[in-house]
């Protein structure tokens, strides 16, 4: 017997009932865990419980890798054409098209982003990622390498297997679909565990997944707690490979768990401390706005979040005036309010881990140049918050707070501030703005990110790759290199003639 | 003549309307040039099926400067790939959506069975629109090291502008789709020629490149004479591109054209005198079957037409009798009849073409098996036609016959067998059978073809390169090579850091 939820929508932006089970998915149905238990689902900006949903266990797991296991054996990896995989990725991109209102107010009920971010940024790109993914089914070629004529040396480039992902709270579904793009355009079959916080747009795909056509075990979404079927998934010896994207916290136990099993293949999306770089001769007001967009967009919710904002001194005042008011200007409110630019943080967990950086940043003497605070009575909001007069070693300069907290530095010169941008365990993303196109990009190719920005931040496509240095992360999602991590290399040497 | 004509499909009340202006920014329109309309035939029946406007120069001319335009405005660098994907997959979803209709009008004008021109024809254009859709937002430049203190050095792959597409009359329909997506997927316009003989499928399919929503002037659909049309298209001072699909001696004046007048860029898909090899080690039952439809399917009317087949001597007169049976267990007749697995040639040209290659096989000695005699009905219909025991100076051993007429040849070395499979001016295909994988991969390495095909023949993939080697063509269609033919590389220096000291 499923869960199912049910629920009637009558909001400004959205109206309409939304019903689908929200069981564990296995082998193509949906089912109780393997232990009846099931998991509250909780309303950001109140508290309250929307649903329960079945709670998945490692029993789960096992019987998804099984399932997985037999479908890439027998319907699925080589035994099915690139053309149909890539089919198949197509018809789930319209389907997620056709009910885009519905997944966006799922998601703004569950996440506490906006209905209308929601729709613009995180369908727009999921859809977008399907089909571009699905474009690519069939065309990773290996290739045939000249060595003597007595031979025939090739490559295959063959699926990897049954492969596990494990995604996070802050772009549910994006986070899904740019993992089920690659890996099943590639041919892998895939266990994945979205987060416990925010499951359901991840078990409305379940049944689009089905209805779209996929082979039954193709696709298993399990939603339990990390310490269990996220270890469950990184420890088990049939998984060949995991994806991870969360905490670098979890992701060293992520790798550290691959490590001392299987040596499964390891990708990992990590957490950021990205630098926003503002030259004297940049675009004033451009660098406000995507400034704002760096740090406030999704809540400060993101990886790649441009927390850290370097302002040269001859602007700085400037700057900073602007940018406060930009801040102040930002509207909490309710998600399904038309005119609300933030919602709630997604937990009362992440609520108070970003209370107490911000507490930490008062105690270590930094200022509160605006927010710092709560907002509201009910729920988790945060208002915007800019902190100035930072050391670089304090906790709130080093750290990821993963909230709509910015610090605001100054810095006279160029080879000051790139030293400062990099010295950071972390090398996700990093922005650059100067009016001076040459100095912009000296100043790119220097900082050590995996992304870089030029007068703009936090631009994702699903053509270009997006991935980190240092302990950000391993590995590239999006683009064509999104492939390789879903790719095993075979080199085949065929003899033509060679005696021994 | 009306802008519309309805053709009846046979054994149904329906008709099929078919739009028969010139399909230029949308529209279908009359021609400038009042030229005689083109007669469209069903070979099937050797009656008119209707007739549809045929394009002049002023009617190019009209043509391109639409295309031109739309490259200008609302296509070449003005769309994104993802919009050319979209666009791309919504046309394959259409023409998947009308595929029977589609078939029955194939078969009315090419003479093919429904089936095949649905099952096959059709099914392969829908997959390979949605092959080139997948590409669109996926062609990628690169960035180069040169000096990192200094500059940055990248390519850009840009579309190469306005296209001449001049396509044939066999594979009508996927021939359409093998030149249009290609194109549109890097982001060219389109001035496509259909064949006289064949328009009216690709006056169809214009209709739909609408319903999917393509800006005007992005694809433009004149039918007209090759001597008219195709010599105004390859001599064009604004078309930056002519892609050509046909015979080899037409190939050489478009490409004459295109030197003497802008050096537009060319591509050519020629003639074939495809070798078909046998050895003595091979499943002779299914070496059997595939020779059959290497030389058989499409009623032969194929560039890859397995026309010339060496059988290793051990086993020559029992593979000669095997795929005698064979052949004559093909029915060839009527399109619309379940049964019918393949049809009429496609004109009286072509008829008279082929039965005159079957005469002189008769006159130059070489041994009839089957074949070889006129029906006594309407149609132009040939049957299977195997000539055994051929000499390599035979007319019928060096020239593309275009029909269902097989020359047969003996060698006994793997040596031998390659000498004579090279010893043509044509490298489009080849096919061997054998059991032996060492000879295997000798014998496909030692082959001058495009495609070889192992163990298998006339199988094609949309995501592998085709074309010819020597006199059958230049330039791959298919594949991710394709994609080659419509972009121009322009590469970018970008200076960030030198200072130059003058002089020198």
Redesign the interface.
């Known amino acids: 017997m499923t869960t199912t939820w049910e629920h009637e929508f009558n909001t400004p932006v959205f109206k309409g009932k939304v019903s689908f089970p929200t069981g564990v998915f296995v082998d193509g149905k949906f089912s109780a865990g393997s232990t009846g238990k099931t998991i509250d689902v909780i309303n950001p900006t109140n508290g309250k419980v929307i649903t329960k949903i079945a709670e998945a266990t490692v029993d789960d797991v096992d019987r998804a890798v099984k399932s997985a296991r037999k479908a890439f054996d027998t319907v699925w990896g080589l035994n099915y054409p690139?053309?149909e995989r890539?089919?198949l990725l197509?018809k789930l991109a319209d389907l997620l098209e056709e009910n885009q209102d519905e997944f966006a107010a799922i998601e703004a009920l569950d996440n506490g982003k906006t209905f209308s971010w929601a729709k613009a940024a995180d369908l727009g790109m999921s859809i977008?990622t399907f089909?571009?993914f699905?474009?690519?089914?069939?065309?990773s070629?290996g290739k045939v390498i000249e060595t003597t004529e007595d031979k025939?040396a090739y490559t295959r480039h063959e699926p990897i297997g049954v492969c596990g992902q494990i995604i996070p709270w802050n772009f549910p579904l994006m986070m899904m679909a740019w993992k089920l793009g690659p890996a099943l355009a590639t041919g892998n079959t895939v266990v994945i565990k979205p987060s416990e916080f925010t499951p359901l747009t991840a078990l409305r795909m379940a049944s689009l997944i089905k209805q779209a056509g996929f082979p039954d075990g193709v696709v298993n979404v399990v939603v339990g707690y990390g310490h269990t079927v996220g270890a469950a998934i990184a420890e088990h010896m049939e998984i060949e490979k995991v994806a991870f994207t969360g905490s670098t916290l979890v992701g060293r136990k992520v790798m550290e768990a691959a490590a001392k099993t299987n040596l499964k293949k390891v990708t990992l999306e990590l957490g950021g401390k990205s630098p926003n770089i503002i030259f004297n001769d940049a675009d004033l007001d451009k660098a406000v706005n995507w400034s704002a967009h760096g740090i406030f967009w999704n809540h400060g919710q993101a990886c790649c979040a441009g927390s850290r904002i370097f302002v040269q001194s001859g602007i700085y005042d400037e700057f900073l005036k602007r940018f406060t008011a930009k801040a102040d200007s930002l509207r909490l409110g309710d998600p399904f309010a038309t005119d609300s630019y933030q919602g709630p943080q997604v937990s009362q967990i992440q609520y108070d881990r970003i209370m107490s950086y911000i507490n930490s940043g008062k105690e270590e003497g930094a200022t509160v140049h605006l927010g710092g605070e709560r907002h509201g009575e009910e729920g988790y909001w945060i208002k915007p918050t800019i902190f100035t007069d930072t050391k670089p070693n304090m906790r709130i300069v080093q750290e990821e707070i993963f909230g709509p907290v910015g610090v605001v530095i100054k810095f006279e010169n160029e080879a000051d501030v790139i030293k400062q941008a990099n010295d950071t365990v972390y090398g996700l993303a990093a922005a650059v703005f100067s009016q001076d196109?040459?100095?912009a990009?000296?100043t790119a190719?220097k900082l050590h990110a995996g992304t870089a920005w030029i007068n703009c931040v936090n631009q994702l496509h699903?053509?270009v790759p997006f991935g980190g240095y240092k302990q950000s992360g391993i590995g590239r999602e999006l683009g064509?290199y999104a492939l390789d991590s879903y790719t095993n290399i075979k080199a085949v040497h065929?003899n033509?003639?060679h005696t021994i | 003549m009306a802008s519309v004509a309805h053709i009846p499909v046979p054994r149904s009340n329906t008709t099929i309307p078919v739009p028969t202006g010139l399909f230029i920014n949308n529209q279908f329109v009359p021609s400038l040039d009042a030229l005689e309309p083109i007669k469209v035939y069903n070979p099937a029946t050797e009656e008119v099926l209707c007739e549809v406007t045929s394009a002049g120069e002023k009617d190019v001319n009209r043509a391109v400067a639409a295309a031109r335009t739309a490259f200008k405005t609302t296509w070449g660098k003005n769309v994104t790939g993802f919009e050319r994907s979209r666009l791309l997959n919504k046309l394959a979803d259409l023409m998947e959506r009308d595929q029977q209709s589609l078939a029955e009008l194939e078969c009315l004008n090419n003479g093919k069975p429904v089936k095949v021109a649905r099952d096959f024809d059709i099914g392969d254009s829908v997959a390979c629109l949605r092959y080139y859709a997948g590409w669109a937002d996926k062609i990628l430049g690169q960035t180069i090291e040169v000096d990192r203190k200094t500059k940055v050095a990248i390519t850009h792959p840009e579309p190469i502008g306005v296209c001449g597409q001049i396509i044939p009359w066999n594979y009508p329909i996927q021939m359409w789709a093998w030149k249009v997506a290609p194109a549109l997927a890097v982001g060219c316009t389109i001035v496509m020629k259909p064949s006289e003989i064949t328009p009216l499928t690709a006056l169809k399919l214009s209709e739909l490149v609408v319903e999917a929503g393509f800006p005007p002037g992005v694809v433009n659909t004149i039918p007209s004479l090759g001597s008219v049309g195709g010599a105004a298209i390859s001599s064009h001072p604004d078309i930056d591109k002519v892609a050509f699909t046909g015979s080899t001696i037409t190939g050489r004046r478009i490409m004459e054209a295109a030197a003497k007048s802008n050096l537009k860029k060319v591509s050519l898909e020629l003639g074939g005198k495809s070798p078909h090899i046998v050895f003595e080690s091979a499943d002779l039952e299914q070496a059997a079957n595939w020779a059959a439809l290497g030389i058989l399917y499409n009623t032969g009317q194929d560039c890859t037409a397995g026309s010339r087949l060496y059988v290793q001597d051990t086993i020559y007169e029992k593979f000669l009798s095997l795929l005698a049976v064979k052949a004559k267990e093909l029915v060839i007749g009527d399109g619309f009849d379940e049964q019918t697995g393949g049809g009429p040639v496609v004109s009286k040209g072509q008829y008279d073409r082929v039965w005159g290659y079957i005469e002189s096989g008769k006159k130059e000695g070489a041994r009839l098996l089957i074949g070889g005699e006129k029906r006594s009905t309407p149609g132009f219909y040939v049957d299977a036609t195997i000539f055994a025991d051929v000499r390599p100076d035979m007319k019928i051993v060096k020239e593309e016959i275009f029909g269902p007429v097989l020359s047969v040849g003996k060698f006994s070395t793997e040596e031998e067998v390659i000498a004579l499979a090279n010893d043509t001016t044509y490298g489009l295909a080849a096919g061997l059978h054998s059991n032996d994988a060492g000879q295997c991969m000798r014998v496909s390495q030692a082959l001058d073809a495009g495609t070889i095909w192992v163990n298998q023949y006339n199988m094609l993939n949309n995501n592998v390169p085709f074309g010819g080697k020597k006199q059958s063509g230049i330039g791959r269609e298919l594949g991710s090579q394709a994609l080659d033919e419509y972009i121009s590389t322009k590469a970018v220096h970008w200076n960030y850091g030198e200072k130059l000291e003058w002089p020198l």
Request: avoid cysteine.
């Open positions: 690139g053309s890539g089919k197509m977008g089909r571009y699905g474009g690519w089914a069939g065309k070629h025939l196109i040459n100095r990009i000296e190719h699903p053509e064509e065929v033509l003639g």
